[in-house]
């Protein structure tokens, strides 16, 4: 997606570490119109499979999520970070390692949001070493649902999470690859 790859190479900054800040468009700052053609893209990648659910994680993944489910209309599910006094006693709870910060996180969901009747498309905006997406796949896998695709915004090859999942047999579909940030030059792969 052109006009994605754009944007990073325009708002985005490169941090130490591994970190790419997209606050101005995707994650503090949202572009809406910017989303609308996200969620038209994952839209016209996804529309052929049965999905009726799409799972993504509070916060950064809710947006793009939602918009995804309009032209999908389907309703959107998200894993809380941290167990919530108004969540139900009966949840899905899976440990995640923060990719950005080094500290690990739980993650939540429902049992009631999550069935063996689910085609689930996951939704995030960003994939480094995966950890935050097994997760959601594990949940998807413990209610007996189906993973009918991911789609990440963009994927930070150099961390190496893709690679895992493609493994798993998973389809998963990123909208900018980014092959190396290395003295804040951003290289995309095709």
Sequence with gaps: MDLLKEKIIKEGIVESGGVLRVDNFLNHRLDIEFINEVGLYFKSIFQDRNINKILTIESSGIAIATITAQYLHVPVVFAKKNIHVNLPNDVYVEEVKSSTADENNIIVVSKEMLSPEDNILIVDDFLAKGNALKALIT?????????EGVGIVIEKLFQGGGDEI?????DLVSLA???SM????IIFRD
Excluded: P, Q
């Design 139 to 147: 949940m998807v896998e413990h209610a007996g649902g189906k993973i």
């Design 166 to 170: 493609r493994n798993m047999g998973i």
């Design 177 to 179: 690859k980014i092959e």
């Design 182 to 185: 290395d003295d804040g030059k």
